[in-house]
């Protein structure tokens, strides 16, 4: 999963409208409250200090009292880094982030700060061959249980037999059509470029993404999501350039747009599809026919971690059924443990959005780390952006 | 008198040493840095390595679209800035009753006090569809879109940047002196030939002042145009987002930061010069 920039910022349109109503009517939870005024963090500090809440003593090793995440945005239960914080007194500060590229920015730079975070299938063996992440020690992990792992997911967070990430859940990227505007129904990404630039003329958005819109771009033609090709990427350039006139934006944040009704019909991956058609019936979550992305988001560790301690155990906690089951339905994409589908809802299982038919996911490619740092398809996304 | 002398030089030199010490670990520093990135190779793997080389230079012509775009952005939204400005800081400045304005000034400012990203997301909200387009759809007019339009853009860079045109122009004109306006008057000037070669021409060093202060930071803006105009054209800001944040290609980012950063020179110095010509022996002080 990766997304824009904008992604990371500390609240959502939405979340912000939804708090500024809610402030209007004179509603404000306690949470809010402490948050907006600082108070809680005050509170917390001081009752740490002062020995009002005692760190519960834990195992053998000290955890310290905080950690840092870095995570993407919705991707949570914010309840689970509540009950961590419960259970072993350290408290998860989260750092949301736009990109895997962002993130690999931050790590490169030095002294990120976290102790655990997110990466994508394809970032992890760039990670490796850097030396930013720590080859994990599972004997601190007794919750990650690897037979019931579907490899096909997981694969790639193992080099060299040695694991240096274990995965958080899979997904897929097709695109979302609001069939109230859109009534003709689609089944290939040749049909969602042929539609932007007819009836979805100044309503279609993709992302501001390499990786997805030049990799569905191959799509049209059947080439390879990932193709470095040169005269390949030359077609999906032509076939980019002829498009743009007709976008309605080039951005990851779609779900403002696609909401509003201003955009209708975008690139999508799973969670978000899961969100928009759970609100909004009538849009609709397509996986083109010709193939695409299929993806898994990771657990890693940084070599630089400052609290390596709090990372695995909050990282073990994670991998808990129990706990991973209340991840899933809050952030609704689907799961790569066969411990946690077993406690996931029927209608989660049989929702297509999450869980497509076989046929449909046979095609789809894993992003590849020489696709991700390709200079050649970056500077293509430029030209794109900027003809 | 020498130990006098002596005494009020290291006092000066004291009261700027915190002003330097900003300057030296905030622009010089970072500017050096750049500068260093700039002559080097991207490594394999995104980033830096050190090198000498002009290649990123020679390169920059692959960003020509977004120089060129920018160049036409920022004077374009300045002068839209200064189109809405003049009249309210004229209005401020020589026509508002005094007990309101510095309400009224107030009002002009405390915008400034929020996020400009907090601000254009609102404009985002009033822009899409269910703001305006919901209000025209009920009296009518169905799928009327606003939001990702150049207008949009041109609507975003105008309100978020008019207090730094306002003030500057509303400074100078309340420094007017009166009795000029009266003396033209006096003298059988009409209102309009007293207000084009009064009160416009003595307000001009403000005008210089606001219209290169917007229009410098007009150069480095990419938030508006992506906010409210889709991110479907590409401004030297979204360039460099681009290639920290996602290519990676510091040396090549750092290469146009440091041409920015020279044409942002020389538009304060052709404004200067301009400011200097037109307005007699008065400069605007920006560098």
Known sequence: MSKSYRDGLPISPEKFVDQLMRLKRGSIGRRDFLGLTGLGIATAVMAREIGIMPTPAFAAESLGDRMSIATWP???????????????????????????????????????????????????????????????????????????????????????????????????????????????????????????????????????????????ALKYYGYSFNSLKQDELAKAEALLLKVKPHLFAVSSDYQPGMRAGDAWMTMCWTNDGAQLHRDIPEIAYVLGKEGGEIWTDFYAIPKDAPNKPAGYALLNYLMNPQVAVKEHLANGAPSTDARVNKLLPKEVLDNPILYPAADLLTPLEFGAAATLTDPGRAELMARFKSA | MHGNKFRHNFLTALLLAPATAWLVVFLVLPFIAIAVFSVGERAPEGGYQAAFTFAQYANLPARATAFWNTMLLAPVGALACLLVAYPVAYYLALRAPARWRLILLALVVIPFWTSLLMRTYAWMYVLGGRGIPALLAYIGFEDVRLINTPGAVLLGIVYGYLPLMILPIYVSLERLDRRLLEASADLGATPLSTFLGVTLKLSLPGVMTGFSLVMILLLGEYLIPTLLGGGKVFFIGNALVDLFLQSRNWPFGSAIAITLVLVSVVVLIAANRISTRVSGARRVDLI
């Open chain 1, 74 to 216: 919705n991707y949570h239960d914010p309840q689970t880094f509540e009950n961590f914080k419960k259970d072993t007194g350290v408290a998860v500060e989260v750092n949301v982030f736009g990109s895997n590229e962002e993130m690999l920015a931050k790590l490169q730079a030095g002294a990120s700060g976290w102790s655990l975070f997110v990466p994508t299938n394809y970032t992890i063996s760039t990670y490796k061959k850097l030396g930013i992440i720590e080859p994990l020690d599972m004997a601190k992990l007794p919750n990650f249980d690897g037979t019931q792992e579907d490899p096909r997911f997981t694969a790639e967070g193992t080099i060299d037999k040695v694991t240096y990430a274990v995965p958080k859940n899979w997904g897929t990227t097709g695109f979302a059509v609001n069939t109230k505007k859109l009534a003709k129904p689609m089944t290939s990404w040749k049909e969602f470029w042929d539609t932007a630039m007819a009836e979805g003329d100044g309503r279609t958005m993709v992302h501001d993404y390499q990786l997805t819109t030049i990799g569905n």
